[in-house]
């Protein structure tokens, strides 16, 4: 049974993303593993005499260890069932967390909330590995809770025992990949919640920039965007009977629609395309939009 592994690295970020994925490990039933990325075998040295400091490597170890021991002991206390195992490596957190994600069900990691700052975090180690792992990685702003996932009860107060938010998935009809869409299916399954479904199409795309839109083409080419949605959602509602799916063809970027749609989602899913012959791999515009603004945890699923 392959586990749900958490990157945790003391950061308030990192922290909303423990507790995120102890509640996923739970929900789908398989164990939670803590993991610790550090090079602080890297020499340290005092200024001058360029020796080395083992003192400060050594404190480092020993405040990893009592961090992750904590973060078990208070993830045990809320999910006393759950199966945690903590583990340390000390190497660089990017190829440490590569490594570990080939055998992981899902790779859940911290993300600070940017706003309107241009790019995503550059050279971060969320943003590196979400654009090289070949499994699926979850991202969850600092401050996530529990009932942020949920629907406010009957008197609008916030609460954990109402039913979950709508799954969001952005899908692109040109590439429409099975294991984006399955992914954001089994999410709303095991949530019992609705799935939304965003697909933006450019009218620009057929018309050219410098053409006068035709309205009564345009009315057509929406037509057609929403029959292939329902096309493609098909076989997949059949797959999924008990998870209700609404669907929308917007005129637009998907990015921005998707980034709107968050603000009451528990999850949003998008997908990243592979690129074996990129050294480093890439993140496409619409993932960096969303990555970049959405309100709710982002899963990012790479595909063939």
Request: hydrophobic share 45%; charged share 25%; proline share 5%.
């Given at each position: 049974m392959l586990a749900i592994t958490v990157g945790l690295d003391g950061s308030p970020e990192s922290i909303a993303?423990?507790?995120?994925?102890?509640?996923?490990?739970?929900q789908r039933q398989v164990p939670l593993c803590l993991l610790n990325a550090r090079d602080s075998l890297r020499p340290l040295y005092a200024p001058f005499t360029a020796a080395a400091v083992p003192d400060m490597i050594d404190a480092q170890r020993t405040w990893a260890a009592g961090f992750l021991l904590e973060a078990e002991s208070r993830l045990t206390e809320h999910h006393p069932g759950l199966r945690i195992t903590t583990q340390r490596i000390e190497e660089q957190p990017v190829p440490a967390l590569l490594t570990a994600a080939k055998d992981t069900e899902l790779l859940v990691l911290g993300s600070r909330r940017l706003g309107t700052v241009a790019g995503f975090l550059?050279?971060?180690?969320?943003?590196?590995?979400?654009?090289?792992?070949?499994?699926?990685?979850?991202?969850?702003?600092?401050?996530?809770?529990?009932?942020?996932?949920?629907?406010?009860?009957?008197?609008?107060?916030?609460?954990?025992?109402?039913?979950?938010?709508?799954?969001?998935?952005?899908?692109?009809?040109?590439?429409?990949?099975?294991?984006?869409?399955?992914?954001?299916?089994?999410?709303?399954?095991?949530?019992a919640a609705g799935l939304r479904v965003v697909h933006g199409w450019n009218p620009a795309a057929v018309y050219g920039y410098g053409a006068v839109l035709d309205s009564g083409l345009n009315a057509e080419l929406a037509e057609e965007a929403r029959h292939g949605l329902s096309d493609v959602l098909r076989p997949w509602k059949d797959k999924f009977p008990g998870v209700?799916?609404?669907?929308?063809?917007?005129?637009?970027?998907?990015?921005?629609?998707?980034?709107?749609?968050?603000?009451d989602a528990s999850l949003?899913?998008?997908?990243?395309?592979?690129?074996?012959?990129?050294?480093?791999?890439?993140?496409?515009?619409?993932?960096?939009?969303?990555?970049?603004?959405?309100?709710?945890?982002?899963?990012?699923?790479p595909h063939d």
């Open positions: 993303a423990a507790d995120w994925a102890a509640r996923e490990a739970a550059v050279g971060s180690v969320a943003l590196a590995v979400v654009a090289r792992t070949e499994r699926p990685v979850v991202l969850v702003r600092a401050g996530e809770r529990p009932e942020d996932e949920h629907l406010p009860d009957a008197t609008g107060t916030e609460a954990i025992t109402t039913p979950y938010r709508d799954v969001v998935l952005g899908l692109d009809l040109e590439s429409p990949a099975d294991a984006v869409v399955e992914f954001a299916f089994e999410a709303a399954r095991r949530r209700e799916v609404r669907e929308q063809a917007v005129i637009g970027g998907a990015g921005r629609h998707l980034v709107h749609a968050s603000r949003v899913v998008v997908g990243r395309k592979r690129n074996h012959a990129l050294v480093g791999g890439r993140i496409g515009p619409v993932t960096h939009a969303v990555l970049q603004h959405a309100s709710a945890p982002v899963a990012v699923v």
